[in-house]
């Protein structure tokens, strides 16, 4: 080890590589996910993601340059392929002398205390074959993944960019094998050579070619792609001209989709779509405002149980069904505008009393809110109109004539036009007046007052638009599923609508779509994923905050303050200590999407 | 709270202000709200004791039960005003940290519970139980100061309080995952059981709650000597009054802080063997809504002071056993108890409008 410093780095990397691998076979994760394939018979996501790649990225964060006395060091090829396979050699070690302690107490005691470690994961881990064989081979492979991730940070970008995207589009279309099939099957073309039918995943030979194909556009996107650039921009006939046609592009996709895709992916988009509105809703609040509201689901709540009350749900009881105390028999598009109307009275009066309420302190007060909302709603005080916790059913699916939006498809267009018109709201408030003054609130407040910025005016103001955006997001919920009860209505909907906004980025309208898609799409096409949905949250909020706080497609103002403070202490440190490794290096994910 | 802002509107400002504008609006509207509260609680208690719904025992049980939870509330409501006071943020999984303590002394007192220990020798039992709750919870809390918290001690206020909510999902769900959705059984030694009662000062109450008010004010004690007595506790007052300063004077404050958050896991592990024993279950999800109260506890009693979160406590576990059937049922709303979450929560707003310092904190206005 020539370079200083990295015996040490491939040590930690190695223990934390290792506690990855065991925290998720312990919680379940390699168990539930192992019967689904993403390619052939062999490689499931389980084996992928929990096994495969804790090795890869140790060893790839083990060998990433480092600050030697002022000066950037990058191991070498040779180095750290050999530091990589240290580290997976530490990792394949930690694992093994794990599985090796679960034997040793018997798995039946340990199963008593941990559930998941039972019989099946340790047939996963030993691959199917014997103990022995099983593990030697899956050691040997996470040495040779480790000594891969060293060789991958020590190779040029333009050696590393194909790779690394290749992979990701295999493991990518692996997961979407639920809708690309079936978008073939749809347009008539054959499918068999690229998806396996037994397995489900992609075959062997489809994911060669799609690494192929992935790793080839990158290449040359990387070389051309300024050039490709120059062409669209010319043949639209200027910059804004190829904004405007990329929208438009966007826009017919859009509408296409639900034609390609079959009846569960227009649910999901459903899904997405309402969670799309809720993300643009909380998105004013908390991104342009910077008003952290932890009950977000109590506009859900109103937008949801309005709507059921006024286009006339019914309350259930154990004499069966019952009108409601206030029975209306309004059309949905008649009621929306009430609900909306409700939304931000509701978010006034949420809002007032907190105004003059610190950033954390009003996190807790208005997640209050939320709970306040849910057990009224719930309650049977307030039985007779919203039905307790049975709730309401037969919500009537919104008819225009004859189109019944309880079809996932027209649903879908349902949803399409208002999550359109709420990011045309979002975008045109970012860029007004209004988007300025909560810009200069959020970054000062009583800098903001002084030139005459009223806090008050404008933090109500954000309560109210983002709460009626996010009740017509309710308002839909209702539409779509017809019933409602308590469980729909947790705390949980607020923090999946702020792990969306989080996610994507605060402040950024793209940001939240793509949060959306991400955190309610995967699960809803992996339905394996589920029971694990608010585990990635979770890991989510935390990894997101830590290692990359604006998101994924950052706001670039909301970027600045994220970072501001945190570059100050990083040249103040970097002063006093000199010649430490004090400089952050970015997170190896923020490569590709930058 | 004209004293919270302390910014005087701009000449220029002023001069245009009407007259509605200098009316003191938010003065008003605060004194209308506390008449109006004030109005509720006399008209709902005097039409609940006036109708005899309960009589003189059910009320003695809810206030004794209120003291027992308010002595759970008061040690999870510690963790939060400790690491409040040096870090200045809300540790949001607190309450995940008491759920670990509880689950981690589960596997144990089941085994003695099988083995027959926890009967013949209930107070080594105990003794160890509490112990080993404390170590699960004390380690949870150290690892999330170190994964979670440690990056992020210079970020901007809202990400730290993101990453503690990230952190409380994650770990719920880590539980989840380990242990299963379902609720355990939580045993209790025999002369502890539900049916064993002491009598003291006159007073009869269940033994297990005698037992969980008496921890309480053991543990309370000794985190006050702790914090006030030794060289440890004098460095964590120092870096919750300034850090930087702190550090010059030759204090530790990654050390200190992690002492913090270590004293705040051994309450909480407390806590959690109190809460498996009162309520005789644990599961997965038993830590958000006492973690939800505990903060409330902290802030109702003044967060940062160690006395106004153990008086929090106590006063919340009161308020929400006597408040719902006291209050709501002289308005005749059915199953009261099911809006416990409103009184809470109800209780934290007013708190900040009013007395945003809480009963024993300062009113300073850095706080809220």
């Known amino acids: 080890?020539?370079?200083?410093?990295?015996?040490?780095?491939?040590?930690?990397?190695?223990?934390?590589?290792?506690?990855?691998?065991?925290?998720?076979?312990?919680?379940?994760?390699?168990?539930?996910?192992?019967?689904?394939?993403?390619?052939?018979?062999?490689?499931?996501?389980?084996?992928?993601?929990?096994?495969?790649?804790?090795?890869?990225?140790?060893?790839?964060?083990?060998?990433?340059?480092?600050?030697?006395?002022?000066?950037?060091?990058?191991?070498?090829?040779?180095?750290?392929?050999?530091?990589?396979?240290?580290?997976?050699?530490?990792?394949?070690?930690?694992?093994?002398?794990?599985?090796?302690?679960?034997?040793?107490?018997?798995?039946?005691?340990?199963?008593?205390?941990?559930?998941?470690?039972?019989?099946?994961?340790?047939?996963?881990?030993?691959?199917?074959?014997?103990?022995?064989?099983?593990?030697?081979?899956?050691?040997?492979?996470?040495?040779?993944?480790?000594?891969?991730?060293?060789?991958?940070?020590?190779?040029?970008?333009?050696?590393?960019?194909?790779?690394?995207?290749?992979?990701?589009?295999?493991?990518?279309?692996?997961?979407?094998?639920?809708?690309?099939?079936?978008?073939?099957?749809?347009?008539?073309?054959?499918?068999?050579?690229?998806?396996?039918?037994?397995?489900?995943?992609?075959?062997?030979?489809?994911?060669?070619?799609?690494?192929?194909?992935?790793?080839?556009?990158?290449?040359?996107?990387?070389?051309?792609?300024?050039?490709?650039?120059?062409?669209?921009?010319?043949?639209?006939?200027?910059?804004?001209?190829?904004?405007?046609?990329?929208?438009?592009?966007?826009?017919?996709?859009?509408?296409?989709?639900?034609?390609?895709?079959?009846?569960?992916?227009?649910?999901?988009?459903?899904?997405?779509?309402?969670?799309?509105?809720?993300?643009?809703?909380?998105?004013?609040?908390?991104?342009?405002?910077?008003?952290?509201?932890?009950?977000?689901?109590?506009?859900?709540?109103?937008?949801?149980?309005?709507?059921?009350?006024?286009?006339?749900?019914?309350?259930?009881?154990?004499?069966?069904?019952?009108?409601?105390?206030?029975?209306?028999?309004?059309?949905?598009?008649?009621?929306?505008?009430?609900?909306?109307?409700?939304?931000?009275?509701?978010?006034?009066?949420?809002?007032?009393?907190?105004?003059?309420?610190?950033?954390?302190?009003?996190?807790?007060?208005?997640?209050?809110?939320?709970?306040?909302?849910?057990?009224?709603?719930?309650?049977?005080?307030?039985?007779?109109?919203?039905?307790?916790?049975?709730?309401?059913?037969?919500?009537?699916?919104?008819?225009?004539?004859?189109?019944?939006?309880?079809?996932?498809?027209?649903?879908?267009?349902?949803?399409?036009?208002?999550?359109?018109?709420?990011?045309?709201?979002?975008?045109?408030?970012?860029?007004?007046?209004?988007?300025?003054?909560?810009?200069?609130?959020?970054?000062?407040?009583?800098?903001?007052?002084?030139?005459?910025?009223?806090?008050?005016?404008?933090?109500?103001?954000?309560?109210?638009?983002?709460?009626?955006?996010?009740?017509?997001?309710?308002?839909?919920?209702?539409?779509?599923?017809?019933?409602?009860?308590?469980?729909?209505?947790?705390?949980?909907?607020?923090?999946?609508?702020?792990?969306?906004?989080?996610?994507?980025?605060?402040?950024?309208?793209?940001?939240?779509?793509?949060?959306?898609?991400?955190l309610i799409g995967v699960p809803g096409l992996l339905s394996e994923f589920q029971a694990y949905q608010l585990l990635v949250y979770g890991a989510v909020l935390m990894a997101v905050m830590i290692l990359r706080p604006q998101g994924l497609i950052p706001n670039v103002r909301r970027t600045r303050e994220l970072h501001e403070e945190e570059r100050a202490q990083d040249k103040w440190a970097g002063d006093l200590v000199g010649d430490e490794d004090v400089v952050a290096e970015p997170s190896p994910l923020g490569e590709g999407s930058g | 709270m004209a004293n919270m802002t302390g910014v005087q509107p701009a000449p220029a400002a002023a001069a245009s202000l009407n007259r509605y504008a200098r009316l003191p609006w938010r003065r008003i509207i605060q004194i209308a709200l506390a008449i109006g509260i004030t109005l509720f609680v006399v008209v709902g208690s005097f039409r609940t004791l006036q109708s005899n719904t309960y009589d003189a025992s059910t009320w003695k049980d809810f206030v004794i039960l209120g003291v027992a939870q308010g002595g759970i509330y008061a040690l999870i409501a510690l963790g939060y005003t400790l690491v409040y006071g040096v870090l200045r943020m809300i540790n949001f999984a607190h309450g995940e940290v008491f759920m670990f303590g509880a689950f981690g002394s589960y596997f144990f007192a089941t085994a003695y519970a099988s083995s027959g220990f926890l009967n013949r020798n209930p107070v080594v039992a105990l003794a160890i139980i509490f112990l080993v709750a404390m170590l699960v919870s004390c380690s949870v809390a150290l690892l999330l100061e170190r994964v979670a918290y440690r990056p992020l001690r210079n970020a901007p206020r809202l990400v730290p309080l993101i990453t503690a909510i990230g952190a409380s999902l994650f770990l719920q769900n880590t539980a989840f995952g380990l242990w299963g959705p379902q609720a355990r059984a939580y045993p209790v030694p025999n002369i502890l059981s539900g049916d064993q009662t002491w009598t003291i000062l006159g007073i009869t109450m269940q033994r297990i709650q005698v037992v969980v008010i008496l921890t309480a004010i053991i543990a309370v004690a000794c985190l006050s000597l702790f914090v006030s007595k030794t060289k440890a506790g004098r460095s964590i007052r120092a870096v919750a009054q300034d850090r930087e300063i702190a550090s010059l004077m030759g204090i530790d404050v990654d050390r200190t802080i992690m002492l913090t958050f270590a004293l705040g896991g051994l309450l909480a592990g407390v806590a959690g063997v109190q809460f498996g024993m009162t309520f005789g279950q644990v599961h997965p999800y038993i830590g958000f809504v006492p973690g939800i109260a505990a903060f409330t506890a902290s802030v109702l009693g003044g967060i940062g002071s160690i006395a106004g979160a153990a008086l929090g406590g106590l006063i919340l576990g009161l308020l929400e056993s006597v408040g719902p059937p006291l209050l709501l049922t002289g308005f005749h709303i059915p199953s009261p108890f099911q809006l416990k979450p409103v009184i809470t929560f109800s209780v934290l707003v007013l708190v900040l409008i009013f007395r945003p310092g809480g009963i024993l904190g300062s009113d300073e206005p850095d706080k809220v």
């Open chain 1, 1 to 518: 080890m020539r370079t200083p410093g990295l015996g040490r780095q491939v040590v930690r990397a190695g223990l934390i590589g290792a506690t990855a691998i065991i925290y998720c076979a312990m919680v379940g994760l390699i168990e539930q996910l192992d019967p689904r394939k993403i390619v052939g018979s062999q490689l499931s996501i389980a084996g992928v993601l929990f096994l495969g790649l804790p090795p890869i990225i140790a060893a790839y964060v083990a060998t990433r340059p480092r600050q030697v006395r002022g000066e950037e060091v990058q191991p070498g090829i040779g180095e750290a392929a050999l530091a990589g396979a240290l580290v997976g050699l530490i990792v394949a070690a930690i694992t093994m002398a794990a599985i090796g302690l679960a034997n040793l107490l018997g798995i039946d005691t340990t199963r008593n205390i941990f559930k998941s470690v039972s019989p099946t994961l340790l047939g996963i881990l030993y691959l199917h074959r014997s103990a022995v064989s099983g593990l030697a081979i899956l050691s040997v492979v996470i040495v040779l993944l480790g000594a891969f991730g060293g060789v991958l940070r020590a190779c040029s970008v333009g050696v590393r960019r194909p790779i690394v995207i290749g992979l990701s589009s295999v493991v990518g279309f692996g997961m979407l094998q639920r809708i690309i099939p079936t978008a073939m099957d749809q347009l008539g073309l054959p499918k068999a050579w690229l998806y396996s039918t037994t397995y489900l995943g992609l075959t062997w030979f489809g994911a060669v070619l799609t690494f192929a194909v992935a790793a080839g556009l990158t290449v040359l996107f990387m070389r051309k792609g300024s050039q490709m650039q120059r062409g669209i921009v010319w043949m639209t006939g200027g910059e804004r001209q190829a904004r405007t046609a990329e929208v438009i592009v966007l826009v017919v996709i859009l509408l296409l989709l639900p034609f390609v895709a079959g009846t569960i992916l227009s649910q999901i988009l459903g899904s997405v779509g309402i969670y799309v509105l809720m993300g643009l809703g909380l998105n004013i609040v908390v991104g342009y405002a910077g008003l952290l509201d932890l009950g977000y689901v109590a506009f859900f709540a109103v937008g949801a149980y309005i709507t059921g009350v006024l286009t006339g749900g019914l309350l259930i009881t154990t004499l069966g069904l019952k009108a409601p105390a206030f029975h209306g028999g309004l059309s949905f598009f008649i009621a929306l505008p009430i609900v909306i109307l409700a939304a931000a009275l509701v978010g006034v009066l949420i809002g007032a009393p907190v105004l003059r309420l610190r950033g954390d302190y009003l996190a807790i007060v208005t997640l209050g809110f939320g709970e306040i909302a849910r057990a009224l709603f719930t309650s049977d005080w307030l039985k007779d109109i919203f039905g307790g916790t049975q709730g309401l059913t037969k919500i009537p699916a919104a008819p225009i004539g004859s189109l019944d939006f309880r079809n996932p498809r027209t649903f879908y267009y349902l949803v399409l036009v208002f999550c359109i018109l709420a990011a045309y709201i979002a975008w045109r408030l970012q860029e007004s007046r209004v988007g300025r003054a909560w810009n200069a609130m959020r970054e000062d407040e009583q800098v903001a007052e002084a030139v005459g910025v009223s806090s008050t005016r404008y933090k109500l103001l954000a309560f109210a638009l983002g709460g009626a955006i996010g009740a017509v997001g309710g308002a839909l919920f209702a539409v779509q599923i017809g019933s409602l009860n308590d469980a729909s209505f947790t705390i949980l909907v607020s923090i999946t609508t702020l792990a969306i906004v989080i996610l994507g980025g605060m402040g950024s309208i793209p940001g939240v779509v793509v949060g959306a898609l991400v």
